[in-house]
Structures are given as structure tokens and as C-alpha cells.
């Protein structure tokens, strides 16, 4: 049991690697992430990876009325601004940090063959939208599972309060966080990102970039052993064959996991789209938990069978 | 006595006029703003007006996961920041919204040499800044007092805490102000902030503009009958001569006072530029204090001897 998920389990992947052998395994299962649409049993082989910076500009010493100052003043709200306009196109919602798409590996045609077809005109009624804002060149599904993205996840400075306050404020800040396809490394991706704002942070700012969270993108085999053998439990329970998926999501651990005990990774997701993950009313349906655990049991029931020397039940 | 000036004095100006006869006045004396600079008593002739808007951008219909939904998800934080770079030019500091500076009066050369002279080198230190960025082909002094600028004074969106959190924010916003210069109106000017955030406000996103705060600009007569008497004030208490200066802040009441009652202005600013307006450690100079409560003392007396009709100190 590990209760760290949400804040990146900081603790786990130096445990794995301490343990190594103790914990050494014929398959590692996760149970982390989504199903593609309810009653519709999922087996995932691909995760996004994940480079998050915090990034803050400071101006002037202080804080600065703007009826005294307006007009020389240094202000990083502007500023930061102008970094986000830089930061990704709004015509073709690329991300504009130079190399971020060197190193994304290609989406192969066979591979979108497999994948389930995304209802658009559901998931704008579920968004509440109109449009579905993204990358230019791709398919709502390619942008949330094989291409990297870049987004603001938090802003703050000057006065939020209600009313008016004529402030310049000395400082002002930003969450910025690129989800990762295969095989950007987070690192990597962070050295770009920070060289890029720093390049084109206008003069008169000081800009700090803080590196808090990482997670390298996965990519494992939809065909291995194990993974047809959770296919097999599925299809049992369910009554019908999973479908194959990647995941635009984050599980930092399953790259830690292939990496450092070199066991085939099974993805089984038992959430739902709507679960409304890391918000303030998350859920979990019950049927899913259920049925998640018949499928799981009846895998290590699988499983044994076929790593059992001799007839299944024997000794 | 009025103590609302801080936010935007909403009950002086319908006061005035609803009070227009019994306020008829040979001069108003406003003793709102700044000295020039310590040990330099200050004649001002010239306000900036105000224009204060907030902006809100609403995407999703909630927040939303940035690995479940990055890369269709619209997110209103990136937009502000497109909207922002529209909204001033990052190379030249103009104002980007078409007709903003179509009615500000130009500065004719012969007011430009009544101004003192402005210490760039002392501001920057005080500021703590190594330029003072602004409008391309202006001097700072210029404009401070002479153009129109805008400013972000407060910006908030999704996360704001400690850490990280993969959140896209429904909504973001931000404060907006405009200072403008002799002879912008501030409706005029909403007016065409708004209609351009609108028309540039990317697809996808949900706009509102609300209208917190106005002023208009002010422009005197600097050598008027009254003037020349506080002039002549100042001198005796200080010793030396006023400067004359105009000032980049807003005195709504001003304008409207000098329309609804029609008498001269007499703006005589007692604080310093290091006061801190507006923010947590405001201060006032006592000496200041001193010295203004003489100056106007003899100001009442050299104007009672003035209007008096017969020779000064006459029943």
C-alpha cells in the first residue's frame, strides 16, 4: 500500500530500487487509471510522462502604486503573459520551446488502428464546449494520447480580491506543466523549457524556474503474455474483449517499475472519464471495483496456471 | 471630511452635484498627490484618468485534469495570457487596442520645458530595477504624466499553492487598468477595451468584462489667479519657488468638482513618491504635514485679501 499518488509518491521509486530483489516478479500490475468508457473493459500499454515547473518573475523591489508609477514601471503579470503568448501558438497550439517535439516518437498507422474511436460531440457535451482546443495536424485522441502538451495549471499576482486596487505588483507567478509522449525525458524537457524562458524573458524581470514534479511516458507491449492473460480475465468477467488504450495521464511509477525490476507491466485501469480525478467530488463506481477485483483474481488464477511446471491444481 | 477615496469615492461626485449650490466656491483646493521629490514644494496642473476593468475567461464547464484532458481541454489561463500579449506590444510597451491613443492630446514643447527634471538613475535605484520599460519614443517623465498606459493589476487561476497539482482551471481573470491622458474618457475607452478583448478573446472561451472604476484626466490652467496665490504660499513657507509638475494618478473627484462647480483647481500634493500609496506601510512626512498646513493657512489669507474690497484687514 502506498498513499503518496497525488503528491508523486516521492518515496517509491527509491524503496524499488533499494528492494530490487526482494521485490522481483514474474509481471507487475497497476491498477492506476481509467477505463475508456463505462462497460468497457480497458487494458492500457501506453502512459504520457510528465515535466512540471513552478516559474516566477519578480519586477521592481516592491509593490508599486500604478498612478506613480505607470509607465516605467516593470510589471510581471504583463510579463508573464507575454512568456505564456511565447510558450505555445495560439493559431496551431503548438508548444514554441525549441526541440520539445525532437525526440516524440511517431505514431505508427497500425497503431491507431487499434485504438477505440472517441465520441467528440460526448465529450464536448461532458466539457460543457463548443471546440475541442489543441494541437493543429492531429486527432482529438492522437492529442490526448501520443502528443505532448503543454499547460498553465495555475497563475496568481497583484490583487484577487474584489473591487479595485491600482498595484503594480514586485512579483507574480505561474504552474506550467508538459504532459510528455514517448520517449521525451522529463529532465531533458525541463533543461529546454528553462533555457527557452529565460531566452525570451523580457529585460527588467527576474525569472526563477523551480522543477517540482517529473514522470518519464511509458510504452509496453498490448500483445505480451501477461497482458494477454488480463485480456483473458476481461473478457470473462465482462463479457466482452478489452479494448486497447493509451492514457494521457501520469503514473511516474510504472516507468520506475519496468525499469528497475525489468518485469512486463500490465495497465488495467478501473476508472472512469467522469471520475473527476484530483477535483474536490472524485469518485470510483462501484461496479467497476467489483468487477476490477473478479478480473484480478481470476488472473492470478491465470497466471498460475500457466507458470504451474506441471497440470494446473497440482502440487 | 469623505473617506471613501480609496475605493473610487462612489458617493462624492453624486454629493456635488446634488449639492451644487451650496458648494459655490472661488477655488477648490485639493491637497490629494505628491510633491515632486523631498524639499520641493509642487504645483500640480495635470491628472491621468482612470479606466479599471475586470476581465474573466471561463473554458470547461469544470476543472479538469490535465493528463485525462490536455491536449482538448480549453484553458483560460493560457488564454489570458494570449489576450495579454494583444493587449501591449512587448517590443515598443504600446497599447495594442485600435483607437486607444486616437484622442490623447499631444505634449507641446513649451510645457515640456516648465517640468523639472526627472533622476532616472535615482528612480531605477529606488525601484530597484536596472531599466524602466515603457512606451517606445517617450521619455519616462513623459510617460508618467503625459501617456496613457496599461497595467494587469491582479491575475488569478487554478492552483495557487504549495507543490503541484495537474489541474485545468474552468475559469481565470484578471484586473485591468488603463491610466489615460488628456483627452481620453474612460467609457470611451472601456469601450473600446472591451469590443477588442471580445474580438481577439480566442474560440472556445467565455468572456466578461466588468467595468469597476473610472476617472477622468484633468488638465489646469497652471498659471491661474489662484495658482499664482499658492505659489506665492509655498514660497514664503519653503523658502523657494513650487515646481510644476502633472501627475500620473487619478483624482476622479477632481474632474468632476472642476466640471459641476467650475471654479479653478488648486492641486497641492503634500506627500513624497516614496509614500507608498496604497500599500501596507503608507506613510505621511511630517514635515510635510507642517509645512502644508502653513502654506495653506497663507494661501486663505493672501486669497481673503484679494477678493476683500477694500484695503486688507478692513471690516
Known amino acids: ?17 533499494a528492494n530490487r530483489e526482494k521485490l522481483r516478479a514474474d509481471v507487475v500490475v497497476v491498477s492506476d487509471g481509467a477505463m475508456f468508457a463505462p462497460q468497457t473493459p480497458t487494458l492500457t500499454y501506453g502512459l504520457r510522462g510528465l515535466c512540471y515547473l513552478e516559474v516566477r518573475l ?7 502604486h500604478s498612478g506613480a508609477f505607470g509607465g516605467v514601471a516593470p510589471n510581471p503579470i504583463q510579463a508573464l503573459g ?7 501558438d495560439e493559431k496551431t497550439g503548438r508548444v514554441l520551446i525549441p526541440g520539445f517535439y525532437e525526440k516524440v516518437r511517431p505514431l505508427p498507422q497500425e497503431e491507431k488502428a ?16 463548443e471546440v475541442l482546443p489543441g494541437e493543429e495536424g ?3 485522441l492522437e492529442r490526448l494520447w501520443a502528443r505532448p502538451t503543454l499547460d498553465p495549471n495555475g497563475v496568481w499576482g ?16 505561474m504552474k506550467l506543466s508538459m504532459r510528455l509522449a514517448p520517449d521525451q525525458d522529463p529532465e531533458e524537457v525541463a533543461d529546454l523549457a528553462e533555457a527557452y524562458l529565460k531566452a525570451v524573458c523580457p529585460p527588467g524581470y527576474t525569472l526563477e524556474v523551480l522543477r517540482l514534479h517529473g514522470g518519464r511516458p511509458v510504452l509496453t507491449d498490448p500483445f505480451s503474455p501477461p497482458m494477454r492473460l488480463m485480456a483473458r480475465a476481461l473478457e470473462e468477467v465482462w463479457g466482452r474483449p478489452p479494448v486497447y488504450a493509451r492514457e494521457g495521464g501520469t503514473i511516474p511509477v510504472v ?19 467522469d471520475d473527476n480525478l484530483h477535483a474536490p467530488n472524485e469518485k470510483l463506481d462501484l461496479v467497476n471495483l467489483e468487477k476490477g477485483v473478479a478480473a484480478i483474481r481470476r488472473f492470478h488464477g491465470l497466471l498460475a496456471e500457466e507458470l504451474s511446471p506441471g497440470p494446473a491444481g497440482s502440487p
Open 138 to 140: 492531429y486527432s482529438p
Open 82 to 88: 507575454w512568456l505564456l503568448a511565447r510558450l505555445k
Open 114 to 129: 487499434l485504438w477505440p474511436s472517441l465520441d467528440e460531440e460526448a465529450l464536448k457535451r461532458e466539457l460543457g464546449v
Open 158 to 173: 497583484g490583487y484577487q480580491g474584489e473591487g479595485s486596487k491600482t498595484v503594480i505588483p514586485a512579483e507574480a507567478g
Open 58 to 64: 519578480r519586477g521592481a523591489r516592491r509593490d508599486l
Open 1 to 17: 500500500m502506498e498513499g503518496e499518488e497525488e503528491i508523486g509518491s516521492p518515496h517509491l521509486a527509491p524503496f524499488v530500487r
Open 255 to 273: 516507468a520506475e517499475l519496468q525499469e528497475t525490476l525489468g518485469a512486463p507491466i500490465v495497465l488495467l485501469g478501473l476508472g472512469l472519464p
